[in-house]
């Protein structure tokens, strides 16, 4: 994907834990935190990242912004998920 088609990217980090019911029993339930913004750098290529917080397993989950988000200025904590996530906004 380039700039050109996306101007802004949402950053996540993805915690997994095992599904609370015994129902789910084997399964692994995944909870999205949205921990900050990357969009193209203004002097050619690469890309700035703007962290709020840093996942503690050092991995995170870089995602197209949705139309709506790319529209707007600045980090909404209001945040579509990602098909079929739960995402909770990072604290400030």
């Not at 399964?27 to 050619?44: D, L, N, Q």
């Not at 949705?66 to 739960?86: F, N």
């Amino acid at each position: 994907m380039n700039s050109s088609t996306t101007s802004r990217f949402n950053v996540f980090t993805v915690e997994e834990f095992d599904a609370p019911t015994a129902a789910d029993q084997n399964r692994k339930a995944k909870s999205w935190t949205k921990v900050g913004v990357a969009f193209p750098h203004k002097e050619g290529a690469g890309y700035n990242i703007q962290l709020r917080s840093l996942p503690v397993d050092g991995k995170l989950v870089v995602l197209p912004a949705s139309a709506g988000e790319d529209a707007e200025s600045g980090d909404s904590s209001r945040t579509a998920a990602p098909a079929g996530k739960e995402v909770r906004a990072a604290r400030r």
